[in-house]
Antibody, heavy 121, light 108 residues
């Protein structure tokens, strides 16, 4: 069965970096695009962008450029989200979400369990 | 960016009720719309995509309709496990893909 398993919760200080992993199983990793979605505490869902798992080419939503980096290790079917220069407002649950599409971003049929990143001094 | 506006923001309903949630796009998105259900502390779950296509494994009491700018999610007979927050999401024009603000379905 398809599963996306994310790394555990993180507590970081402002200015630090964090790397969240999303390990896929139960399907061919490079056959579907991968998205990242943020949910701040008590708030709605915000699409951060997606990565083409064939080419490794990322696309970032406005507001998620510069400090946010999507990457892959296809040898272990894992996608990564790295956030640098963390700010308090980065405190959120971060989800990876598999796309129904291979080459684009559209609808998200499988989701990771979410990774809570807390930024606090 | 395309803005997605959901209404109502919350609804109180009883088991067995018919519940309808609406989503309006700031510009036409054809049928590029999905609906998700999210329970507290859990990841969202895809219910409907392409405005009216039921995702595999989702009960048939959920249905979606609409095209262009106006869409609806209907739960024909509300079940206890359906109390959750529901989000619409457009996939017509990106970046960015955008979500509605959510509709919380609460127990009356």
């Amino acid at each position: 069965q398809v599963q996306l398993v994310q790394s555990g919760s993180e507590l970081k200080k402002p200015g630090a970096s964090v790397k969240v992993s999303c390990k896929a199983s139960g399907y061919t990793f490079t056959s579907y695009a991968m998205n990242w979605v943020r949910q701040a505490p008590g708030q709605g869902l915000e699409w951060m962008g997606w990565i083409n798992t064939n080419t490794g080419n990322p696309t970032y939503a406005q507001g998620f450029t510069g400090r946010f980096v999507f990457s892959l290790d296809t040898s272990v079917s894992t996608a990564y989200l790295q956030i640098s220069s963390l700010k308090a407002e980065d405190t959120a649950v971060y989800y990876c979400a598999r796309d129904l599409s291979r080459y684009s971003s559209s609808y998200f049929d499988y989701w990771g369990q979410g990774t809570l990143v807390t930024v606090s001094s | 960016d395309i803005q997605m506006t959901q209404s109502p923001s919350s609804v109180s309903a009883s088991v067995g009720d018919r519940v309808t949630i609406t989503c309006r796009a700031s510009q036409g998105i054809s049928s590029w719309l999905a609906w998700y259900q999210q329970k507290p502390g859990k990841a969202p779950k895809l219910l409907i995509y392409a405005a009216s296509s039921l995702q595999s494994g989702v009960p048939s009491r959920f249905s979606g309709s609409g095209s262009g700018t106006d869409f609806t999610l209907t739960i024909s007979s509300l079940q206890p496990e359906d109390f959750a927050t529901y989000y619409c999401q457009q996939a017509n024009s990106f970046p960015p893909l955008t979500f509605g603000g959510g509709t919380k379905v609460e127990i009356k």
